[in-house]
Antibody, heavy 119, light 106 residues
Framework: QIQLVQSGPELKKPGESVKISCKASGYTFTDYAMHWVKQAPGKGLKWMGWINTYTGKPTYADDFKGRFVFSLEASASTANLQISNLKNEDTATYFC????????????WGQGTLVTVSS | DIQMTQSPSFLSASVGDRVTLSCKASQNINKYLAWYQQKLGEAPKLLIYNANSLQTGIPSRFSGSGSGTDFTLTISSLQPEDVATYFCLQHNSWYTFGAGTKLELK
């Protein structure tokens, strides 16, 4: 079955960097883009962008240009999200998500990775 | 950018009630709308796609309707396990989530 398994929680200080991974299984990794979604504590969901898992080309939503980098380890069926120069407002749960063969809605989600930024 | 407005923000209802949640788009999104249920500490779970198609495995008490700018998620008979926050997602032009409706038991 299709699974997206994310790395564990992270505790970081302001100014540090963090890298979150999302390992896919149960399908051909390069057939579907990988998306990233942010959820701040007690808040709603915000789409961050996506990475073409075939070409490696990332596309960032406007609010996530600059300190956010999507990357791949395609041989390991893994997508990564790196956030540099962490700020308090980066404290959130980050989800990876995948669309379906027949439409662009997200049917498959990772379990989420909580990143806490605190001095 | 397309904005999605959900109402109400909070809803308290009794077991067995018919519950209706609303999601409005700032411009026409055709039928490119999905509904998700999210319980505390979990990832969102897909309920409805293409505005009115029930995802496999989701109970038939959940239904969706609408097109264009106005959409509705209906729970025909509320069950205790339906306590959660519900989000809509437009995927007509990139992606935008609504702010969510938190559903509680009365």
């Amino acid at each position: 079955q299709i699974q997206l398994v994310q790395s564990g929680p992270e505790l970081k200080k302001p100014g540090e960097s963090v890298k979150i991974s999302c390992k896919a299984s149960g399908y051909t990794f390069t057939d579907y883009a990988m998306h990233w979604v942010k959820q701040a504590p007690g808040k709603g969901l915000k789409w961050m962008g996506w990475i073409n898992t075939y070409t490696g080309k990332p596309t960032y939503a406007d609010d996530f240009k600059g300190r956010f980098v999507f990357s791949l380890e395609a041989s390991a069926s893994t997508a990564n999200l790196q956030i540099s120069n962490l700020k308090n407002e980066d404290t959130a749960t980050y989800f990876c998500a995948r669309a379906t063969p027949t439409g662009h809605w997200f049917a498959y989600w990772g379990q989420g990775t909580l990143v806490t930024v605190s001095s | 950018d397309i904005q999605m407005t959900q109402s109400p923000s909070f809803l308290s209802a009794s077991v067995g009630d018919r519950v209706t949640l609303s999601c409005k788009a700032s411009q026409n999104i055709n039928k490119y709308l999905a509904w998700y249920q999210q319980k505390l500490g979990e990832a969102p779970k897909l309920l409805i796609y293409n505005a009115n198609s029930l995802q496999t495995g989701i109970p038939s008490r959940f239904s969706g309707s609408g097109s264009g700018t106005d959409f509705t998620l209906t729970i025909s008979s509320l069950q205790p396990e339906d306590v959660a926050t519900y989000f809509c997602l437009q995927h007509n032009s990139w992606y935008t989530f609504g702010a969510g409706t938190k559903l509680e038991l009365k």
